[in-house]
Structures are given as structure tokens and as C-alpha cells.
């Protein structure tokens, strides 16, 4: 029998943990088409290198059990292949009385999402012990909330999908899906091959390559860029781990926080402005394409009505380097503006939106026909990348397979 011939397109880690499942389960020929020069150039190479717990995620959401389940798998994956993976733990901290509520909430939501040594605290000398420079009035902690180098990880899963077989073609951008009587003819610049089956993972351009494929335009991405500071080698010790403010649940980003890496750097961010481009990871990057996309989508004016003020307080703190320190001084009031010594490589995040202007809070798979695609996994895409790729092979592959069968 014919092996089934998959094509993925998308060479971040999630494209490359799904053709290792592929692989590994023995599901077909797998070919993954990636248009940069290397892997986890975008989303994945520009990020914290959190390996959430799933404190913030609506229970029985598919972040919520994703993540849960992908959290395990990238720790059982780091030990498997001797890669660095740090327990350094989380305190979501309220600052002041008026986030007590709020915090109450992502405790009710971390117990739902069985969180690992979850714990509510409301002494302050406690916080202090595990955070001795933090300010606050209460936290929520969770010890083992981790972080990794999610680079490392996604080329070490890449030498098990060429070690079984797959080919991961880097530099070929897919311009064409022309859906065919039960397969896909696949387009890139310089060649054109015919699939059984293919699985978009294509990140910020998810929409555009849904396009290609003939789905519904909405979700579209909206690309938000996120700016991180770094501390000075010698104000490290002002953060033991991970420091979080309590999200605004009317926004899906977490605000700016500290961030000890695996590495002992310590960044302090992301915030969250709109990118004028895709890929727009400096101010200067402008793709006017793109952003008349986004100033005509149906949904701009209702987003721009409902988010204007938050907005226009990220642009500022952009801009402005004393009002990004004032946003992190709240949580660590010794900080000093030369503490922030140089903004390193931003990450823009895609954030598919309705034509309603809603953008939407959970991962969302379309299928057209022989076409799989993932239309939004943002955070914690990363830290679910296993658990995505193990739903996609069950209910988009394997599901679709014996159905046909």
C-alpha cells in the first residue's frame, strides 16, 4: 500500500512537533515547507521560553487541556534528549487591593486546570521569601512553572523527523493550494508537488495561507509586537524567577513582567503594540499591505472603540522608555532606569480577530476538504506544541484516515 504523502507548511515548533508525531507514529511521507533560511525564526525563536502552567486559561478550553498536556511533554522531551529545562517558578502578584478579585479568579482557574503546587499567598513576608525585591499585597505561586530554549528543542525534535524519514525543506515559501479530487497541489517559488493532505501550522500567516486554501477569510491575524528590556548582569538578583501582573481579563496579554531565563538573563516585558507589519519586529518595519489590511477589516472599528485607551498606553510605553519603567516598577520599586540596559530581539505574536472585532482566546483548527488549519496558537502555543500536534494527528488525521478507510 501507497504511503500517504503529507505536506505541512510552517517550520516553527509546532509544524515541526507535528511532523515528529507523523513520523513517529509511521503516518506517511511528511515534507515540511518552511520560507525562512532556518527553523523557529519567528514566534518561536522570539519569546519568554515560559513553559506555562495553565494558570489563565478558561477550564475545559483547548488551551486550558493543551497546555496541561504539553507542559508534561516538553519536560519528558527536554529529559529524553539531556536539553535545559528549569523549574524556576511564577508568582502572579497583586499589587494593591483592587486586583484581589482578579487574582481570585486565576486561582479558581488554576485549581480547575489541575496546576501543579498551586498556592494562594496573602503574607507578604512569604512573598518576600520567594521574591525578596517584589511588591505586592498577594500572589498566586506556581513552583514549577519552567522555562527552556524552545529553539534548541524544536531543532532536536527537527533530527527525528529527518532520523525517520521526513524532509523539512527550508527556504520555500507555499504562493499557491490548488485543492484537487482528494489531494493538494502545493506551490512554492521553485517547485510544485502533489499531497494526500496538507496541515497548515503557518503562525502569522496562517490567514493568508487559508486563503490559498479557500477558507473563510475570518479569523484574520492581527500581528502584535512585543518589546522586552533587559536587566544589567549585575541587577540580575533583583528577580529569583518569574514575576507576573494579574491580566486584565478584558485583554489576551499578560502585561509586562520579569522573566529569569534558562540561560540566567532576565527580561523584563513583552507589552503589546500593534505591528505595522507581519512580520514588523522594529518600528521602522512598515508593510503598508498589511496594515491597510488590518484598518479594513470589519472588525477594526469595534476593536479600536473597545481598546483604544490600552492602546494608546502600549504605543506610549514603547516610545517612551520612563513610562515602560513605571509599568515595571509596580512589582519591583528598586528598579532604576539604568537597569534597563538594552531592548532585545521583539517577538510579534499573531492574534487571529473576528469581523466583529473580538479577538479570539482560544486555539482554532479549520478544515477545507484535504487542508488542516491552525488558524490561531499564539501563547501557549509553544508550551502545547506536542499536545497541539498529537490533536491535530487525532482529530484532523487519523480520524479523517479511517473515516476514508
Known sequence: MTAERIGIIGGGIVGIALARELARRGMGDVTVFEKERRLAEHQTGRNSGVVHAGLYYRPGSLKAELCAAGRVAIREFCEEKRLPYREIGKLVVAVDESELPALAEIERRSVANGVPGLARIDDVARLREIEPHVAGVAAVHSPHTAVVDY????????????AAGGDIRLGQEVVGLDL???????RTEISEQVFDRV???AGLQS??????AGA?????ILPFRGEYWELAPDRTHLVNGMIYPVPDPRFPFLGVHFTRGVYDDVHVGPNAVP???????????????DTWASLTWPGAGALARQHWRMGVDEISASLIKSRYLRKARRFVPELRGSDLVAKTAA???????GRDGSLLDDFAVDQVGPV???RNAPSPAATSSIAIARYLVDHHVAGRATAGG
Do not use: F, H
Open 275 to 289: 505591528a505595522l507589519a507581519r512580520e514588523g519586529y522594529r518600528w521602522l518595519a512598515v508593510s503598508p499591505r
Open 372 to 374: 488542516t488549519l491552525l
Open 151 to 162: 529553539v534548541e528543542i524544536t531543532e532536536a525534535m527537527a533530527q527525528d523527523v529527518r
Open 216 to 220: 473563510d477569510p475570518s479569523p484574520k
Open 207 to 212: 490567514d493568508v495561507v487559508a486563503r490559498m
Open 347 to 353: 517577538g510579534v505574536r499573531a492574534q487571529a480577530w
Open 199 to 201: 496541515i497548515a501550522c
Open 180 to 186: 484537487e479530487t482528494g489531494r493538494v497541489r502545493l
